[in-house]
């Protein structure tokens, strides 16, 4: 059982950065793979960065690549999401999200098992 806590969201500017985390209870964090996944009103939850169990393999949306950066603390059991160059579409309550670390890093949320409650990031234009 994992439990997942985001901060870090917020209201910036577009151009503006922010750097969202996720803090995991228990002491196999190291052992799931993590991601970051939004949803704004109307649309459906999509991934925006998955990381490992490692941290050895990462994988972005298109629409963020050079933009955002995830990153892992396993010591600190805490996935970060560094968030730069912000654009209004980037608005949307983010999640993070686990799963136990088998094969493949997936990007698809249906296979995630275990979510935060969510952080809301506002970008104004």
């Known amino acids: 059982q994992v439990q997942l806590v985001e901060s870090g969201g917020g209201v910036v500017q577009a151009g503006g950065s922010l750097r969202l985390s996720c803090a995991a209870s228990g002491r196999t964090f190291s052992r799931y793979d993590m991601g970051w996944f939004r949803q704004a009103p109307g649309k459906e939850r999509e991934v925006v960065a998955a990381?490992?169990?490692?941290?050895?393999?990462?994988r972005y949306a298109d629409s963020v690549k050079g933009r955002f950066t995830i990153s892992r603390d396993n010591a600190k059991n805490t996935v970060y999401l560094q968030m730069n160059s912000l654009k209004h579409e980037d608005t949307a309550a983010y999640y993070c999200a686990a799963k136990l670390g088998a094969g493949i890093l997936s990007r698809d949320p249906r296979l995630y098992n275990y979510w935060g409650q969510g952080t809301q990031v506002t970008v104004s234009s």
């Open positions: 990381i490992s169990w490692s941290g050895g393999s990462t």
